[in-house]
Structures are given as C-alpha cells and as structure tokens.
C-alpha cells in the first residue's frame, strides 16, 4: 500500500513539475514558435489592440471608420496583414495610388468587418477581386467593421451631402446585424445620434463577471499555447465546439434558424429584441432605399452565410427570405451567395465547407471564401448586365 501510495505521489510530482516546466516554456517561447510555424508574425492580443487602435478610430457623424491615409499593418485572429486607407478612411490596395474621388463611382459597397475583409489582404477580399476583374470600373469600399443598417445609412449620406457620386451602391447586411441593432446600437432620438447601450460590455457571455474576463484575457495574452490546450480539453469534456460561434445556440446567429423552431433558443425577452432589431434593420434599409432613390442611385443587396448557418441552415434561410423581399421593386439585384456555399456543403460536408472557405477559428471568410462571394457578385452584376 505503501509503495503505491508513493508511486501515485512520484507520478504527480513528475505531472506538477512537467506542467511547470510547460509554463514557464509556454511564457518565454510560445509567441516566437507561433510566428515561425505562421506565414505572417503572429501577435498577442494586448499587441494586436495597440496594432487596432492606429487605424480605427471613432467618429462624430457615424459612430466609427477607419483612419485617413493609413499604410500599416491590421490583426485579426493574432495574425497580421496588410491595411491601406485612402483620403476619406475607406479601404483600399496598399498598391494602388488614391482614387480621385471627384469621379462618378460605378459601384460602392458597404457592409461590416466580413466587406470590409479583416484579416485578409484587400486584393483577396471580395471587393478586392471584383476590382481587380473590372478595371474599367470605378470602386470603393466603405464597409468597415463593427458596422450595421444604422451606420449604413448614416455613412451613405455623409458622403453624399459631401459629394461622393455613385451609380450603385452594393450593401451586405451582415447576419449579426439583426443582433447588432437588437441588442447593440440606439438612436438618440433627438440628434439621431448612434449610441451604444452601456450594459454591452460582453455580449457573447453575460454570465461571467469581469474577474473572470480579466484572467481569460490574461492566460490568452500570457500563455496562449496553455490557453489553447484548456480550451481543447474544455470543448472535449463538455463535448461542445470549441467557438462559441460554431454552437447551435449561438445568440448572434442563431436567428435565422431557430425563430423559424418552436423551440428556440432565446428568452421571450430576448426574441423581442431580435424583432425589433429586424424591424430596425428593415427601417434603416427603407431609409436608404429613399435617400438613394431621390439622387437615381441603385440599390444593390447581397447576402453571404456566417459558419453557423452552414451548420444549422439552409440555403433559404430567413435571412436571406428578409433580404430578398425587401428587394423586390427596390433592388437592382439581390446578391444571394447561400445556394453557391451549399452547393458545396451537399458535396463536401459542412465541416470540410467550413475549413475550405472560412478563416480557421473564425466566422470570417478566407480568401477562397471571399472568391466564391466575388463570383456571384460577378454572374450577377457584370453577366446579367451583359446579357441586357
């Protein structure tokens, strides 16, 4: 009994020391091997906020944009890449000179982080690649991250009353915007100004408290393959995703499939502000619609699938029924990139949809996801145009 007794004891001192030793490798070493196994530098998090700070910046008439003339590097998902802003703060190819924004633009989009295309190169996003394959067109890209239908239309006539001239204007309402303006964004009634409710401090998880947020932040920022490996043990055991974003009852995407259930996976109180931000979104969308109209603007409206509703959805999803009714007798075209994803998750699977065409941890598309949306964006605006 003895002898076990001091052979379990030798098997937890060798455990602690191990886990020890791990730590203290995990500290001094981790970022350094992350950058060498990555193809770009990999940055912790508290670096990655000072990285975000540069560029983005708030704004008094529509909440927040980019910085003006920026040439530097952006961070998404601890990975860097290359970030260019022209005159006006709206994104551009770091290898392309300034537009001239006296011109009559062909096609503006906007839209939230996904047109925006955090994490990738601009030549690589979907507006990137539609520029590059119609270099007779005008273009510009107002979408930035963080945005939804209110800063939309608030961004749109700025630049109009500033006199910014376009013939189309291309907007992808983003899946989480039902949720931004639902839970997120208010107007101030008096000055229509966009605010942010105060109690939004952590959308994702109400239930942890700030002592808990500040020492998973911590362990991410300090010890980032030991924050990995608890999270994988975490995700085994309880035998969930490991993104929260990847779980059926995702709050922020959830929407478009589970209002549709019985059963869903809100409270009541919930549900009536994922209405009410619906309503928001359509109203937002409306005013645009009138401002545009009056200054013989087209309105264009695409829509793409978060990896959410790859995995619950289906290719007529409610966000996309929303969307496309809205269109009729207002839009020029409605984009709608659901069918050409699921044509692939019938062929593939939804995982293997997931890995090919999203950014790995991350509801963002990657490149080839990005392409995909840039080839319906293509058969829809430019083919159909042709063919008129």
């Not at 981790?30 to 990999?42: A, M, Q, R, T, V």
């Not at 998404?76 to 924004?101: H, P, Q, V, W």
């Not at 974003?245 to 995702?250: H, I, P, Q």
């Not at 209405?275 to 200054?295: Q, V, W």
């Amino acid at each position: 009994m003895i002898f076990v007794i001091k052979k379990i004891s030798s098997y937890i001192l060798i455990l602690i020391v191990s886990m020890i030793l791990f730590i203290i490798f995990d500290f001094f070493f981790s970022l350094k091997i992350l950058s060498f196994f990555s193809k770009n530098e990999y940055v912790d998090s508290k670096d990655a906020q000072e990285l975000e700070r540069k560029y983005r910046v708030t704004n008094k008439n529509f909440h927040h944009g980019l910085l003006k003339n920026f040439s530097g590097i952006g961070v998404s998902g601890g990975m860097k890449y290359n970030i260019c802003t022209n005159s006006e703060g709206f994104r551009k190819s770091c290898n392309k000179a300034n537009e001239d924004l006296k011109d009559v633009f062909d096609y503006v989009f906007i839209g939230d982080s996904f047109t925006e295309g955090i994490g990738i190169d601009y030549e690589k996003t979907f507006v990137g690649y539609f520029e590059d394959h119609n270099k007779n067109l005008k273009i510009l890209n107002l979408g930035v991250s963080g945005y939804s239908s209110s800063i939309y239309f608030e961004k749109i006539k700025y630049f109009l009353e500033k006199g910014i001239k376009m013939k189309n204007l291309i907007v992808f309402p983003d899946v989480s915007d039902v949720y931004e303006e639902g839970f997120v964004f208010y107007r101030d009634d008096k000055l229509r100004n966009i605010k942010m409710h105060e109690d939004d401090t952590n959308r994702f998880d109400t239930k942890r408290g700030n002592f808990a947020l500040t020492f998973i932040n911590t362990i991410q920022i300090k010890l980032p393959l030991t924050f990995y490996f608890l999270k994988n043990i975490n995700s085994y055991i309880s035998k969930k995703n490991p993104q929260n974003y990847l779980r059926e009852n995702y709050k922020t995407s959830a929407w478009t499939y589970s209002l549709q259930k019985k059963n869903d996976f809100y409270t009541d109180k919930d549900k009536e502000k994922i209405l009410n931000g619906i309503n928001k979104n359509l109203k937002e969308l409306e005013n645009l619609f009138t401002l545009l109209k009056k200054k013989n603007i087209n309105l264009i409206i695409g829509v793409y699938p978060w990896p959410g509703q790859i995995l619950y959805d289906n290719f007529d999803s409610y966000y996309t029924k929303i969307w496309r009714n809205f269109c009729e007798n207002k839009c020029k075209y409605f984009v709608d990139t659901f069918p050409i994803f699921f044509e692939n998750r019938q062929k593939i699977g939804s995982k293997k949809t997931i890995d090919k065409f999203y950014i790995k941890n991350d509801v963002h598309h990657n490149k080839n996801g990005h392409y995909l949306i840039f080839k319906e964006l293509q058969r829809t605006l430019i083919s159909k145009s042709d063919t008129k």
